[in-house]
């Protein structure tokens, strides 16, 4: 589980994965790892943690299911 800052929420919100550094938790992520993303105690997004993905150059995480909308 990782909480997102509110800036991560705003970027997720248009589709932009968030980077780790605007998320916290108290896990260690490991590349590969199924992470839900909170904010305001509610899941908004499941994700996987991938920080060195070439396809997608922006954020640490592969969103797999984003439930909040702009």
């Known amino acids: 589980m990782a909480v ?5 929420l705003t ?3 248009f589709g932009i994965p968030p980077v780790v ?3 916290s938790t108290q896990d260690i992520l490991v590349e590969g790892d199924l992470v839900r ?3 305001n105690e509610q899941l ?12 997608e ?3 640490d995480f592969e969103l797999i299911r984003v439930f909040v909308s702009h």
């Open 44 to 55: 908004v997004a499941v994700a996987y943690f991938a920080p060195s993905r070439k396809k």
């Open 11 to 13: 970027d997720l919100s």
């Open 37 to 39: 993303l909170i904010a």
């Open 4 to 8: 997102l800052s509110d800036k991560a």
């Open 57 to 59: 150059q922006r954020g």
């Open 21 to 23: 550094a605007e998320t």
